[in-house]
């Protein structure tokens, strides 16, 4: 019978794979059936006078110790086996993972997996005070423990993260260790476990685990296992917390940048940096829109590529500054393509690296060619318009100076008397005193803003309305500038001797003129042409000494502001038309500097 179990087994073994725990169990119960057969045959035996051999009961039962011992044992070894295999599995999880919060988690949940902890705490030191605090909290239902429910033992965790050393207590109320420590003997803390984090020798914190119930949880194999779980953990989480410290890190950096950028973009001049092979290194969008060319195509060229007219006065200024660290001003006039000729100023200077003086350059530049084009014009217009109207203006390319027809208000004023005047008096003192009277005239066209048109001898013209001044009052502008010259007049002539006293004639009229400019191709000038100047200039020959005579016209605009007389042309010129004139008397509202001209002595 022995023979035939020992083949049938062996056959059974070889023939169908089963694991370590199911052939000990069936070892066991042949043992079980051998000794109970065993049995049998000893009482059949005794009846025979015969015994069975010495000592094979008791060998067969220390042989069911053995592998009853051998099975416990086994069993351990396959939860463990278990608990390492599950460790294997997290590590990589735990590892593939650089968020924080997520690492963290997960070591809780592996921690409160492996160990059957009821509570499980990670305690991490804060890198800048030191101050031990708990980032994630779980219990055995992984649900996340409230922060009012934090009941860790502060005792076991320092001496724990002081010492480096791990702590298995299976009863901490009991362990003399522990004995008179409020934070074990309040909480009632029974099993506790708690292993260091460490990182390259630096603690970093400490896995903390606990059952407040029952005594004897945590053995030795769940101390190995965490503290093996722990090394891992630690460099997990150590990461997750460097590349976290790493993205602030960036993030402040590309926000600096970003600021850097917005500031470089913002900056009106252009902005070149160049390699100390003269290569382009950076520039903002200034410098593409005045070099006429996209970053792309900027960057690493050669100043000599992408500025070949200027390249020669470069180099020589490139080493200057080199050379003697100053920076250089200078202009320049280089022909771009595509953009013609253009006025640069610019700024060599030389690039501080790490705080040393470099090879590399910087250069500010200017373009200045539409700023001195508007100065040209702006010139241009400052010889016709007052210096209030000239700062107004923004851009003159608007104006029309080719040639426009709109209605404006021409003022004509003449100096009576002025020949018999002249032959009396010196040219020099002459000239002075008619310039004085010219003076005055175009100061009073000015005050209303008005153009002085030009000036013919002792003639002077305003006009009011034209493409550089529009007005909607200005027939009312032209006849208040008439009286502010007669105001002007009389306090004139209270500081020249009376042989120098002469008397203006004026007149204005509102009417259609073409206005531009008149003139050949080296010299033009602006000016009005039209039946309103004619009628204008006729206005003023009919004018006396001291009187301003405006057409019908201009009086249909400024009778609710004057009194005025009518006349009829004491000169007509052949003009059909021209047939009612009227003379300027006095203002209608009362105001400073009222002049009634009837009461003017001449």
Avoid at 30 to 55: K, V
Avoid at 168 to 196: C, H, K
């Amino acid at each position: 019978m022995s023979e035939n179990f020992g083949e049938g087994d062996t056959a059974r073994m070889k023939t169908q794979p089963v694991s370590a725990q199911e052939q000990i169990r069936q070892i066991a119960q042949r043992i079980a059936d051998l000794t109970e057969l065993l049995r049998n045959q000893r009482d059949i035996l005794r009846q025979r006078g015969m015994s069975l051999p010495s000592g094979a009961l008791d060998n067969l039962r220390a042989l069911r110790t053995h592998l009853d011992r051998l099975s416990a044992e086994l069993g351990s070894m396959l939860i463990e086996l278990g608990q390492l295999r599950a460790l294997a599995a997290t590590a990589g999880l735990i590892n593939s993972s650089l968020d924080p919060a997520e690492v963290l988690n997960q070591v809780m949940d592996t921690v409160i997996r492996l160990t059957g902890a009821e509570r499980g705490y990670i305690v991490l030191k804060n890198r800048d005070t030191g101050a031990l605090e708990i980032p994630v909290a779980r219990g055995l239902d992984r649900e996340q423990i409230g922060k009012s429910d934090f009941t860790v033992s502060t005792t076991v965790v320092n001496e724990v993260v002081d010492r480096g050393e791990p702590v298995l207590t299976d009863n901490a109320s009991r362990d003399e260790r522990y004995q008179g420590f409020q934070s074990i003997a309040g909480m009632q803390l029974r099993s506790i476990l708690a292993v260091p984090l460490k990182v390259r020798g630096e603690i970093i914190g400490a896995v903390y685990c606990d059952n407040r119930i029952m005594s004897g949880v945590f053995k030795q194999s769940e101390l190995n296992l965490l503290t093996a779980f722990s090394h891992q953990a630690a460099v997990a989480i150590e990461n997750a917390r460097l590349f976290d410290d790493l993205k602030m890190r960036l993030a402040a950096v590309t926000e600096a940048r970003d600021l850097m950028d917005n500031i470089f973009s913002s900056i009106a001049s252009g902005v070149i940096t160049v390699n100390g092979d003269d290569q382009i290194m950076l520039c903002n969008t200034t410098a593409e829109r005045i070099l006429g060319c996209p970053q792309d195509r900027l960057i690493g060229r050669t100043l000599a590529e992408t500025l070949p007219s200027v390249n020669g006065l470069f180099d020589e200024y490139l080493r200057q500054v080199r050379q003697d660290g100053a920076r250089v001003l200078l202009s320049a006039q280089p022909e771009i393509e595509g953009l013609g000729q253009r006025q640069w100023n610019l700024i060599i200077s030389p690039l501080l690296e790490t705080g040393t003086l470099g090879q590399g350059v910087v250069i500010v530049l200017d373009d200045l060619t539409e700023v001195r084009q508007r100065e040209a014009q702006l010139g241009l217009v400052s010889r016709y318009l007052p210096l209030a109207l000239v700062e107004n203006i923004r851009n003159v390319d608007e104006f029309d100076m080719g040639g426009q027809e709109r209605e404006i208000s021409v003022l004509h004023c003449d100096v009576r008397g002025f020949t018999s005047f002249s032959e009396r008096l010196d040219p020099a003192v002459l000239m002075e005193i008619i310039n004085s009277y010219m003076s005055l005239s175009s100061d009073a066209i000015n005050l209303y803003e008005g153009i002085v048109d030009k000036y013919m001898g002792d003639a002077v013209t305003g006009l009011f309305n034209t493409q550089f001044n529009p007005q909607e009052d200005h027939a009312l502008r032209a006849v208040r500038a008439a009286m502010s010259m007669m105001y002007d007049l009389l306090a004139l002539h209270e500081i020249l001797p009376e042989d120098q006293r002469v008397f203006y004639g004026i007149g204005v009229h509102t009417g259609m003129a073409v206005l531009g400019n008149i003139g050949s191709h080296d010299r033009k000038e602006f000016s009005a042409l039209g039946d309103a100047m004619d009628l204008g200039k006729l206005l003023q020959e009919n004018a006396l000494a001291g009187e301003v005579l405006i057409s019908p016209e201009t009086y249909a605009r400024v009778q609710e502001y004057y009194e005025c007389e009518p006349l009829e042309p004491r000169k007509t010129k052949g003009r059909e038309d021209f047939t009612l004139m009227y003379k300027v008397v006095k203002r209608l509202k009362r105001g400073t500097g009222t002049l009634d001209l009837n009461a003017l002595k001449l």
